[in-house]
């Protein structure tokens, strides 16, 4: 990967396919938003960014300090990604699924966002759940200007943990209010810990996150995935469940990255409608 920054702009050339459009409506983030200059825009970790692409380079409206603290990360641009879905091409299902989402990368969330992301979004579809976090950033989370634009970052987990269901309610997220602040109160009293979520093996890491109201294992596996880098975690849900006669095989058979192909067959599953 080349990397070169000019006039205030990060300009990463990659030896490998790339495709924000994939990024970013394959089910896996619910902050990004297009731009009306070109490309979308969104925070993490506390930073706002505009990112656009030409090809295979990627361009950031950042510093480039920012890009190597968080978003050089936050996208896995260092994984080859090409020769990765090669290897989970184990019939056609999947030589289609890996087809149609080229370019697709797993982002490398916040944990703590990505984990009451997830819980925001049991029973509930994009739009709507994107609009809940969308309030509770504006509502709870420190502004962000960027290009005359204001974002917000993610709430901390002690500014949720002081709220009560009452004041909640401007979400509209209904049985889910509870669950996010079991959520926030836990990290705050030290019951969960990221850092040695991260540390843990997958499993063990899967139960300490089921122990929290609300969270089962779909929740807990996006959590790993998306949050906590644990690319073995395979999520499933309804889409899934449809797909699994397609793709054919265990989890297990694709490996210790079994979470790509599942976001790749998710992503293909819920495009095409399993309609070939």
Known sequence: MEILEKD??????????LNIEHIFRC??????????????????????VRVWQQENVLFLLCSLED??????RYFD???????????????????????????????????WEALIS????????IPRISGILQTMCRLWG?????????????PAPATLAALSLEDLA?????????????????????KLDFAALEAMEADQARQALTALPGVGRKVADCALLYGLGKMEAFPVDAWMKK???????????????????QQYIFYYARESGLKG
């Open 243 to 261: 797909a699994a006669p397609f793709y054919g095989v265990d989890p297990g058979d694709f490996g210790p990255l079994a979470g790509v192909a």
């Open 170 to 190: 401007p979400l509209r997220a209904g049985y889910r209010a509870k669950y996010i602040l079991a959520a926030a109160q836990a990290v705050c009293q030290g």
């Open 27 to 48: 089910g896996q983030c619910f902050r990004w938003q297009p731009s009306e200059k070109g490309g979308y825009i969104g925070a993490a970790y506390g930073r706002a």
């Open 67 to 72: 890009f190597e603290l968080v978003w050089r």
């Open 142 to 154: 420190q502004p962000l200007e960027l290009e005359g634009q204001v974002l917000y970052s993610f």
């Open 77 to 111: 641009l260092d994984r080859q990604y090409d020769q990765l879905t090669q290897r989970f091409c184990l019939n056609e299902f999947m030589k289609k699924a890996a087809a149609h989402g080229r370019g697709l990368r797993i982002l490398r969330q916040q944990p």
């Open 8 to 17: 205030g702009v990060v300009q990463a050339r990659l030896n490998d396919s």
């Open 118 to 125: 997830f819980i925001v979004s049991q029973c509930n579809n």
